[in-house]
């Protein structure tokens, strides 16, 4: 099937033709002729699907014809994050640069005043957060009753977020006689209350099972022997250092632990850094667009933050911690084995996370291949081998680092970690060397290093570890 055949318009499909995109998506074929009719959708797809287009080509169609007014957007698509609304409206663009309609993209953490002056000239489309759009209500900015077309897209996630009383409010200011594109990867049964209540007589188009992981993400598991952060961070490492990681997302659990994460490999000297809902908006985007350009590495990132983003090359995605929500796991690994490309997820899991894993592994019907990266767990040092060094400098030192003396033996391909002095080879980005000279400025020289507490012995105590501190970390 060609997009020609869709019923789409010859301006569209030379829009279509100019983004390489050669055949429409089953999301696409599914979805696109339905909402050209008319009728309300309900769509069950994830990120990646191609899915923003499968409402925003059709809409783009019918909004062709007709104009908008001041304050009365003609159409709007409700997104969970800005992040999202703002990857929308990229895709917006793209799509209807050969018509003249406007377009006006409400998001949190930025100026009210331009978006005011687009509203007042009259928008085609919306395209919002919940919590700004309503805040541009509120101040009467702005009337919902114009709207013939709305979105909601990533319902779930709205779902997960909050959103579901912003969502009922934005129905009802909305007209009843209006068309329906409703978007979501997994149908909890809040939002199929939602879609019984809103929606009417929908086509339900499916395209692949909610939860289903892509065939394209090689998933890989690394255990993690105990609960200590710290060796989570160095198996961390470790995965990153494997010899076909490009680039990748780091996924946490914790807002917290993202910044954890992104600092302790900022002063390990990987081009890393956070994305989270508590950073600035502009921050947010510039962090993004940095690693979309490739010169940030990796983007350590929560859920929320990260969701749905749409970027093409990543090769890898890792999980910090298994996630609270199995869904989520599918969500995450998502981000990797893209449009066709092939990817790999890394999910460290230590005994904390076995509640978890038991659930991505039902949710998925499969086990994770285990594997071990530059040594893996680190086992207890041989009889007869001295105990593992710790680096003078930072003892949060690479695991395989440690395994390699220890077992004296070169690793096999595929396990190892750049030797030492390639990794100081390593080009770093500019930003890499000035995180890491402004850490050494503060003086903070590892994660290990703050606090001196000593046990009985003389030895560094280890937080969390009490009595049972294993043999690996201790030093002379
Ligand atoms: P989405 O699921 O909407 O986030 O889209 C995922 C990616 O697929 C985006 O990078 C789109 O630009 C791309 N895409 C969407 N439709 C097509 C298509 N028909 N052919 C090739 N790529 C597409």
């Given at each position: 099937m060609s997009f020609k055949d869709l019923g789409l318009s010859p301006a569209l499909l030379t829009a279509l033709d100019d983004a390489g995109y050669t055949q429409p998506t089953p999301i696409q074929s599914g979805a696109i002729p339905v909402a050209l009719s008319g009728r309300d959708v309900l769509g069950i797809a994830q990120t990646g699907t191609g899915k923003t287009a499968s409402f925003v080509l059709p809409m783009i169609e019918r909004l062709s014809r007709g104009r908008a007014k001041a304050r009365m957007p003609r159409s709007l698509i409700v997104e969970p994050t800005r992040e999202l609304a703002a990857q929308v409206a990229e895709n917006f663009e793209k799509y209807a640069k050969n018509f003249k309609l406007n377009m006006a993209l409400l998001i949190g953490g930025v100026a009210f005043g331009p978006q005011e002056k687009i509203l007042n000239q009259g928008a085609d489309v919306l395209i919002a957060t919940p919590g700004r759009l309503l805040d541009h209500f509120e101040r009467g900015r702005l009337l919902l009753n114009g709207v013939q077309i709305l979105v909601v897209d990533e319902a779930d996630r709205m779902l997960d977020m909050g959103f579901i009383p912003d969502l009922e409010r934005i129905f009802s200011l909305t007209p009843p006689v209006k068309q329906t594109l409703f978007f979501s990867a997994?149908?909890?049964?809040?939002?199929?209350?939602?879609?019984?209540?809103?929606?009417?007589?929908?086509?339900?188009?499916?395209?692949?099972?909610?939860?289903?992981?892509?065939?394209?993400?090689?998933?890989?598991?690394?255990?993690?022997?105990?609960?200590?952060?710290?060796?989570?961070?160095?198996?961390?490492?470790?995965a990153l250092d494997q010899p076909d990681v490009k680039n990748g997302i780091i996924f946490c659990n914790r807002k917290r632990d993202v910044d954890v994460v992104a600092r302790s490999l900022q002063r390990h000297n990987y081009s890393a850094d956070p994305i989270h809902g508590d950073l600035e908006q502009r921050q947010r985007m510039a962090t993004l667009d940095r690693f979309k350009t490739?010169?940030?590495?990796?983007?350590?990132?929560?859920?929320?933050?990260?969701?749905?983003?749409?970027?093409?090359?990543?090769?890898?995605?890792?999980?910090?911690?298994?996630?609270?929500?199995?869904?989520?796991?599918?969500?995450?690994?998502?981000?990797?084995?893209?449009?066709?490309?092939?990817?790999?997820?890394?999910?460290?899991?230590?005994?904390?996370?076995?509640?978890?894993?038991?659930?991505?592994?039902?949710?998925?019907?499969?086990?994770?291949?285990?594997?071990r990266f530059g040594g893996g767990a680190p086992a207890a040092p041989e009889a007869g081998e001295p105990a593992a060094q710790t680096d003078a400098r930072d003892g949060d030192k690479p695991a395989s680092g440690r395994s390699r003396s220890r077992r004296g033996r070169k690793p096999a391909d595929g396990e190892s970690r750049?030797?030492?002095?390639?990794?100081?080879?390593?080009?770093?980005?500019?930003?890499?060397?000035?995180?890491?000279?402004?850490?050494?400025?503060?003086?903070?020289?590892?994660?290990?290093?703050?606090?001196?507490?000593?046990?009985?012995?003389?030895?560094?105590?280890?937080?969390?570890?009490?009595?049972?501190?294993?043999?690996?970390?201790?030093?002379?």
């Open positions: 997994t149908m909890p049964p809040e939002i199929q209350r939602l879609v019984s209540r809103f929606l009417k007589d929908p086509e339900r188009v499916e395209v692949a099972k909610p939860a289903t992981t892509a065939a394209t993400v090689r998933q890989l598991l690394v255990r993690v022997p105990d609960r200590t952060p710290k060796t989570k961070r160095a198996l961390l490492r470790a490739g010169e940030l590495r990796f983007l350590v990132a929560s859920d929320v933050a990260a969701r749905g983003l749409d970027i093409p090359a990543v090769s890898h995605v890792f999980n910090f911690d298994v996630p609270h929500h199995a869904d989520d796991y599918v969500h995450r690994i998502g981000r990797t084995g893209r449009a066709g490309l092939s990817g790999v997820s890394v999910t460290l899991a230590g005994p904390e996370d076995a509640k978890n894993l038991a659930a991505v592994v039902k949710l998925i019907g499969k086990d994770i291949e285990e594997v750049p030797a030492p002095a390639a990794d100081a080879a390593r080009p770093r980005t500019p930003g890499e060397k000035g995180d890491r000279e402004r850490s050494e400025k503060r003086g903070d020289k590892g994660d290990e290093r703050r606090g001196g507490d000593r046990n009985e012995d003389g030895e560094r105590k280890v937080t969390g570890f009490g009595a049972d501190m294993p043999d690996f970390f201790r030093r002379r």
